[in-house]
């Protein structure tokens, strides 16, 4: 059976912060797109084994390596990809979810002087290494969101170059 709360990270105002891969498996087959029955029927698991998988209380089941492409793609949720590409250092992102959000500058520079100014309030803490769990979590998830649009953006403003027109220079 599938949670009530299924899409509460997609609506916008609230995101799942995964800490772990059981958080992002438990986001990953519960806040989807899709029910956790289909995509159980997509990846070619049955559901209550998807279930069981996905479940961050359940420390005994994983689902296979092999399998986090299908499950990522079939439920339409980013969130285990997401979370292990920060748990190395980096960033994921998925082109066409950033531009069918709408990649437009105005979005793009929000962010970026969104993400100057809490690094200006962050100053005083960093000055003085009183810096809390919470401000060093707000500046990162803002960090990382901030990279995910530039980046986004930049690959996207690359798809749309135009070829230039070239002109011979070899006399007729």
Do not use: W
Not at 27 to 36: F, K, M, Q, Y
Not at 88 to 117: K, M, N, S, T
Request: charge should be negative; glycine fraction near 6%; aromatic fraction near 2%.
């Amino acid at each position: 059976m599938s949670s009530t709360t299924r899409k509460l990270c997609r609506s916008g105002a609230q995101h799942c912060e995964p800490v772990n891969v059981k958080e992002a498996l438990d986001c990953v087959g519960h806040h989807s797109a899709r029910p956790l029955r289909e995509i159980a029927e997509r990846i070619g698991r049955t559901e209550s084994t998807l279930g069981k998988e996905c479940s961050r209380y359940d420390d005994e089941h994983h689902p296979p390596l092999r399998l986090v492409v299908p499950l990522t793609i079939a439920s339409e949720n980013d969130a285990l990809i997401t979370y292990l590409a920060r748990a190395v250092g980096g960033v994921f992102v998925r082109i066409e979810h950033e531009i069918g959000r709408g990649l437009e500058q105005e979005r793009v520079a929000r962010l970026v002087a969104q993400f100057g100014e809490l690094l200006h309030r962050s100053g005083d803490a960093m000055a003085d290494d009183t810096i809390t769990t919470d401000e060093a979590d707000q500046v990162e998830h803002a960090g990382n969101d901030v990279v995910t649009a530039v980046a986004a953006f930049c690959l996207h403003m690359r798809s749309r170059v135009k070829p230039a027109t070239t002109i011979s220079l070899r006399s007729a």
